[in-house]
């Protein structure tokens, strides 16, 4: 039995010569919020979509719950939900109205339909017509209607696209509360890596439909070069005096600074009393270090050069 959620061997969808995505290699475990991230077409949905059984893969297979979705589709998918692109409505209707049409398809007791408007934070809007909600309420009863059949995968397709700073924020605590409080496995799929970093425990990249890094949030952070910089009275007489009475390697850059490769504090310490007893007045010191966002796009960078 295998330990993933998720695992997609080689996936491949090719539209006449081109790949949208190739050799795709997900791998999700029971638990985990995974962020499956790329700049928008990368090959996020097409992905989805494949998983979800909603296009044919040219090659490759899909593994869900430890079964193959060639072979097992139907029982597979009652144990999804998922969202992806725009959540589907009827607008004329109310929200409890729309979850009472689904709740019948999926044959589950009326009484869950209580229970994923609290999930949500929709019950007070509950017999509001669904085209008076604000985008971040529809985004919710999307996510409502992916609940009724208590799924153990949830899959969501840039589930924060458009909202404002408030719905983003809204939809954030959503997700992350779901894994503990529904025990519900999620992949989440979005451009922007501040959200991801904000949810997931696991993160994928995909850029031009290829799978460039897989693994946790701390590793992704953990690929920066923090480097210490030092702001003096005169650079280039500091440089000269660290590279007589030292071994560390260090430069000034455009702005004057001096730049030192990252070290531990002690070692700063004898920098600095290096430098004051050189006569360099030293006017700041402090650690350098590239966002995850930087990080992010030195990966996609590196792939496409």
Excluded at 15 to 42: Q, R, W
Excluded at 211 to 223: A, G, K, T, W
Aim: net charge neutral.
């Amino acid at each position: 039995m295998s330990d993933y959620i998720i695992e997609t061997v080689d996936l491949c969808k090719k539209y006449k010569t081109t790949y949208a995505v190739k050799d795709l290699n997900l791998k999700v475990k029971k638990g985990e919020i995974y962020g499956f991230l790329g700049p928008n077409g990368s090959g996020k949905t097409t992905s989805i979509k494949m998983l979800l059984g909603l296009i044919k893969a040219t090659s490759g297979s899909v593994t869900l719950f430890g079964k193959k979705l060639e072979s097992d589709r139907n029982h597979i998918l009652k144990k999804v939900g998922a969202l992806v692109e725009s959540p589907s409505y009827y607008g004329h209707l109310t929200g409890y109205e729309n979850l009472k049409i689904i709740q019948r398809m999926l044959n589950v007791p009326e009484g869950r339909i209580e229970e994923v408007l609290n999930i949500v934070r929709l019950t007070n809007a509950k017999n509001q017509l669904v085209k008076q909600y604000s985008l971040g309420m529809k985004q919710r009863l999307g996510i409502a209607i992916s609940l009724l059949g208590k799924p153990e995968l949830l899959i969501l397709d840039e589930p924060t696209n458009g909202l404002d700073p408030a719905g983003i924020h809204e939809i954030r605590d959503l997700i992350k509360s779901l894994p503990e409080t529904e025990g519900i496995t999620i992949l989440i799929s979005s451009h922007l890596l501040s959200e991801i970093d904000q949810m997931a425990t696991q993160v994928g990249i995909i850029s031009d439909g290829n799978l460039i890094y897989q693994d946790s949030i701390e590793v992704l952070r953990n690929m920066d070069n923090p480097h210490i910089k030092i702001r003096v009275n005169d650079s280039n007489k500091a440089k000269s005096i660290l590279e007589e009475k030292t071994n560390y390697h260090n430069e000034v850059d455009k702005n004057g600074d001096l730049l030192i490769n990252k070290i531990d504090d002690d070692h700063i310490s004898v920098i600095n009393s290096i430098l004051v007893y050189s006569n360099i007045s030293v006017y700041r010191i402090e650690e350098v270090r590239s966002s995850l966002e930087e990080i992010f796009l030195n990966i996609i960078k590196g792939e496409n050069t």
